[in-house]
């Protein structure tokens, strides 16, 4: 136990996050070198040297190898990994282009149904040749030759150039997306081909599949049966081709082979681009998947990849996290998704995305940029501490659970066609709403892939063995069909005295063929139909409990668990998924010992009271928001029967004393920024060599679009406007990327660029146009240069002369004013102008009012709040370390711990500071933190400082719907959703109160 908690507390840089790190720009050993230290220092354990749009070093040129030794040395000596990623951008397969120009039998091929004569006609097309693949197609990964040639080119030569450090230094290797459907012609209702697949077809299934196509696509003849056994092979041959080649060579080669396939989220998804998502996963070392904006969907997606890693005995699952989230995407946010991933089996993490550079496109990849650039990146490492933790006590020991789901994707290939995906959504819907009402009445389980139930499968008196796991009762989803395997399976451990639930429609079909057997079991099993209030009583009939976690006599549904157990440690991790309710809970779980509460933000333990009764440990937990939960119960040490309020010391609920908090802090406070203010200038007009006027005003981004369109290389000048009312000359630094293209005027007034260093990121230039600014009215900045595409031709390949026209920035000690109107969770804002900064260093602000409409709309950076108070001299006796509850309102009671709580966060991160002495950081809920050791009799003076994040500066800025939950490059560019306007998130203080706890008595 000692052991465990010594590592739990500082766990190894192999638990730690390893993000993508989106190699994007011409790269450099010193910079490289730079970010890793950021990278460290913000927590990190790793990282995936991740090839991204933007690249400027060739992709896997002399250059782009001298880059990853060196960094891999680096690494070695800063002890981070250094993880490879196997190609350039996404899917994997294509090798940046290379594979695909060997011949169009290594091309991605699919069958395409067509109309001649009014005769239905089959023909093979080849697919599409796209900027993805840089004027290339995607690959045949149906064809082992055509990968074989993936392995050679870019697995091999990395082995020559780093091998040495395989399973040192370098862990693993990432595979990103690989699938068998990617972008086969304009004809999306095409399936899968590869050339020799009639003929695998007929050694397999003694019939010509070329005799029977129609049946793929129509409902006729014994279609079930073709469907099932064409989507089979696929799923067999991208199996054979793909996974289980790279997957040897990693092994003989002592690499983790990783990543996650496209689209293993639903069953459609899956069945069309790999055949079947969880036979994959047995031959990954380290099986992973991703999770993409913001959101807790697809629990299936995860499901499938732990289930396979716990009956496997794979330590470790990731997940690629947190991309198309938006740069507002805040640290209860990290928390809630993280925890639902460690919940569901995750273990690694793969944050989505830090980048090298935010020139140009790079800046609008799939946001968020986890990454040194944004300004609360200083106190990213407790987050990080927090996930390494859990992903350490979440790798440790077994998984526990009693309940096997079977998988019913095979019946999904009996249902597709390619016209009418209804059935197949239904048949997703069913198996989707049993998976979460499952988690929602606390009856953990694990998803049954048939294909692995028939390697792996097996009966040992009541008990149903999937490699190393034991489930004492099956649960059948509505089905079509199964396999024989499995029914002969489930036959023995009914036979046995095991239990099996079957959800009606039952399956009629035994591998797509009418069969007896089907009939004899659906007899001997418990069949319901499909809600949850069924399911619960089926459940508590046929098994004991594992534990109960209820509110009001009711399970909370919305608070997910995990069980493992570690030699006579029971480990449950409880995670509430609610982001708006908060939960008092009796929890309820089996045996008996010392129960503990371990903190993964902190690192500390201590024991929580608990009662006993009927074999069970009894005790109450509060769960605040995003609330959740790290419980140890040592079986192996016994522990006094203590009857217990809720535990306030890790949950926090709050009942302040009557009304006393609320005199003690006032609403007014001395506030003090700590960078320079911004604005961001996107809009432009724009003139081409010889015209005589300027363009109307245009996003600059069209100008870009309009001049890659025409490919030409020509000289372009623009002009941005911005409108001024300052009393006294300010100092006001114009911000540009790759700025020494440009023949730069300011009121006509020529700027010789001179570098004064860089603002936010490397190629964010500063220069000083501070003696060129007009105190009053309409001020112009011209950028004039050579236009010169960005990309080769029909590529993503960058070049180095290549030129972005972006947005500008202008930065100094000003304010911006505008129009403001709070629209929903945002502020729509329009006609700016910049003001001096006249009282802006030290101002009055009111609870009414947030900052963006204070003068700071598009500020990225932290602010300085303070106040002085007196405290009464009760407030601060001395305070016991344990047994804290709330108080009750009206009570009257001496001693206690006060905290500092906010009652509207709008910031990502909050520095509270008693006194000079730094009491802690706020970052999610219940939003507040300890004072009691840092207050004084007397005066006190309390500072907040509050960090955002680059959303406001950034955007999107012109969408309709105003924050988006998902956030991709077209979201800045979406010209159906396009407004004016700007839109801001809302960024200040809000009320921040004291109250105070009480002592058990």
């Given at each position: 136990m000692k052991m465990l908690k010594e590592e739990f507390k500082n766990p190894g840089k192999e638990f730690r996050a390893a993000p993508f790190w989106s190699w994007n720009d011409d790269l450099k050993d010193r910079e490289l070198q730079h970010q890793i230290d950021e990278m460290k220092k913000g927590g990190l354990g790793g990282f995936f040297m991740h090839s991204r749009v933007g690249l400027i070093t060739p992709y896997f040129s002399k250059q782009w190898m001298e880059r990853i030794k060196n960094t891999v040395a680096y690494s070695k000596k800063e002890e981070m990994l250094a993880y490879l990623y196997d190609e350039d951008r996404w899917p994997s397969g294509f090798a940046g282009g290379k594979i695909p120009k060997k011949g169009k039998d290594y091309r991605n091929q699919g069958l395409e149904l067509t109309k001649k004569n009014k005769k239905w006609a089959f023909r093979k097309v080849i697919g599409e040749r796209l900027l993805q693949f840089n004027n290339e197609t995607y690959v045949d990964t149906l064809n082992p030759r055509v990968i074989k040639s993936f392995i050679d080119s870019t697995y091999e030569k990395y082995?020559?150039?780093?091998?040495?450090?395989?399973?040192?230094?370098?862990?693993?290797?990432?595979?990103?997306?690989?699938n068998c459907n990617t972008w086969r012609g304009v004809n999306k209702k095409n399936i899968p081909w590869t050339d020799n697949l009639p003929e695998k077809f007929k050694e397999r299934y003694g019939y010509e599949i070329t005799n029977h196509l129609l049946s793929l696509f129509f409902n006729l003849g014994n279609y079930k049966k073709i469907r099932y056994h064409y989507w089979r092979l696929v799923a067999e041959l991208f199996l054979e081709a793909y996974t289980k080649q790279i997957y040897h060579w990693c092994d003989k080669h002592k690499i983790a082979y990783t990543g996650h396939y496209n689209a293993e989220d639903t069953l459609l998804s899956q069945m069309t681009n790999l055949g079947a998502a969880m036979p994959h996963y047995e031959y990954m070392h380290i099986p992973g998947v991703d999770h993409l904006g913001r959101n807790i969907d697809n629990l299936i997606t995860l499901k499938q990849c732990s289930s396979v890693a716990h009956q496997l005995s794979k330590e470790r699952v990731l997940s690629e996290l947190y991309g198309c989230s938006g740069q507002n995407f805040s640290l209860e946010g990290r928390k809630w998704i993280g925890d639902w991933h460690i919940v569901l089996g995750v273990n690694l993490f793969c944050p989505h995305l830090w980048l090298y550079s935010m020139k140009g496109c790079r800046k609008r990849d799939y946001p968020p940029t986890l990454s040194f650039q944004q300004p609360y990146w200083k106190y990213n490492k407790p987050i990080e501490d927090y996930f390494a933790r859990l992903s350490y006590i979440m790798s440790q020991g077994e998984f526990i659970a009693d309940i096997l789901v079977l998988h019913p994707v095979e019946s999904a290939w009996c249902l597709y066609k390619p016209s009418d995906t209804k059935e197949v959504d239904k048949l997703n819907n069913s198996f989707v709403a049993l998976t979460k009402d499952l988690g929602e009445i606390h009856g953990d389980y694990d998803l049954g892939d048939e294909s692995l139930l028939e390697k792996y499968g097996k009966v040992e008196k009541d008990i149903f063995k999937v490699g190393k796991m034991k489930y004492r009762l099956v649960i059948i989803p509505p089905a079509v069909t199964l396999r024989r395997s499995t029914i002969n399976l489930l036959s023995k451990f009914l036979a046995n005295g095991g239990e099996v639930i079957a959800i009606r429609p039952l399956a009629s079909l035994m591998e797509a063929e009418e069969n007896k057997k089907l009939k004899e079991l659906w007899k001997k099993v418990k069949v319901i139909s499909q809600s949850k209030e069924e399911l619960k009583k089926a459940l508590d009939e046929l098994l004991e409990r594992e534990i109960s976690i209820k509110e009001a006599g009711k399970e909370v549904s919305s608070i997910y668990y995990q069980h493992r157990r570690v030699e006579k440690k029971e480990i449950y991790f409880l995670a509430n998924t609610d982001q708006k309710r908060k939960y008092n809970s009796v929890i309820k779980i089996k045996g008996k010992g010392r129960l503990e509460e371990w903190d993964p933000l902190t690192g500390e333990t201590e024991e929580i009271p608990a009662s006993?009764?009927?074999?069970?440990?009894?005790f109450n937990l509060f769960f605040p928001e995003t609330g959740s939960h790290l419980l140890v119960l040592d079986k192996s040490k016994l522990a006094q029967d203590k009857s217990c309020g809720y535990r306030v010391a890790a949950a926090f609920r709050l009942r302040e004393k009557g009304t006393e908090s609320k005199s003690i802090l006032s609403d007014n406070w001395e506030f003090k920024r700590l960078n320079s203010n911004a604005v961001t200038l996107d809009y432009t007009c724009y003139k081409k060599k010889g015209a005589r006027n300027w363009s109307k005003k245009i996003p600059v981004r069209e100008v870009q679009q309009s001049l890659e369109k025409e490919g030409k290389v020509q000289n372009i000048s623009l002009r941005f406007g911005f409108q001024a009312d300052f009393s006294f000359s300010e100092k006001i630094y114009l911000i540009l990327e790759n700025p020494s293209i440009f023949r730069i005027k300011v009121n006509d007034k020529k700027i010789k660029y001179q570098d004064k260093g860089f603002w936010i990121d490397p190629s964010f230039r500063k220069i000083d146009i501070s003696k060129a600014i007009k105190k009053k009215g309409k001020n112009f900045i011209e950028l004039s240069c050579l236009f010169k595409s960005p990309a080769k031709p029909r590529?993503?390949?960058?070049?180095?002369?290549?030129?972005?026209?972006?947005?500008?920035?202008?930065?100094?000690?000003?304010?911006?004013?505008?129009?403001?109107?709070?629209?929903?969770?945002?502020?729509?804002?329009?006609?700016?102008?910049?003001?001096?900064?006249?009282?802006?260093?030290?101002?009055?602000?009111?609870?009414?009012?947030?900052?963006?409409?204070?003068?700071?709309?598009?500020?990225?950076?932290?602010f300085l709040f303070s106040q002085k108070f007196k405290l009464h001299p009760h407030l601060v006796s001395s305070f016991p370390s344990t047994g804290w509850e709330p108080f009750l309102e009206g009570e009257d009671r001496k001693g206690g711990k006060i905290f500092l709580k906010f009652e509207n966060f709008n910031t990502i991160i909050a520095k509270v500071t008693v006194n000079?002495?730094?009491?802690?950081?706020?970052?999610?809920?219940?939003?507040?933190?300890?004072?009691?050791?840092?207050?004084?009799?007397?005066?006190?003076?309390?500072?907040?400082?509050?960090?955002?994040?680059?959303?406001?500066?950034?955007?999107?800025?012109?969408?309709?719907?105003?924050?988006?939950?998902?956030?991709?490059?077209?979201?800045?560019?979406?010209?159906?959703?396009?407004?004016?306007?700007?839109?801001?998130?809302?960024?200040?203080?809000?009320?921040?109160r004291l109250v105070k706890y009480g002592k058990i008595r």
């Open positions: 082995f020559k150039e780093v091998g040495k450090e395989f399973d040192k230094t370098i862990p693993g290797i990432f595979t990103d997306e690989p006993y009764k009927n074999g069970k440990t009894i590529t993503l390949i960058y070049k180095k002369d290549g030129v972005e026209l972006e947005s500008i920035y202008l930065i100094g000690d000003f304010k911006v004013e505008g129009r403001f109107k709070k629209e929903r969770d945002i502020i729509r804002g329009k006609d700016f102008i910049l003001k001096d900064r006249k009282g802006v260093r030290s101002q009055q602000s009111t609870k009414s009012k947030g900052l963006v409409t204070q003068g700071y709309p598009f500020y990225a950076g932290s000079k002495k730094e009491a802690g950081l706020v970052f999610w809920p219940p939003y507040q933190v300890e004072v009691t050791n840092f207050l004084k009799k007397g005066e006190n003076l309390l500072e907040i400082e509050l960090t955002n994040s680059l959303r406001n500066l950034l955007g999107p800025h012109h969408h309709r719907a105003g924050e988006l939950l998902s956030v991709g490059p077209g979201s800045f560019t979406d010209r159906e959703n396009w407004t004016d306007n700007y839109s801001f998130i809302p960024f200040g203080q809000g009320k921040v």
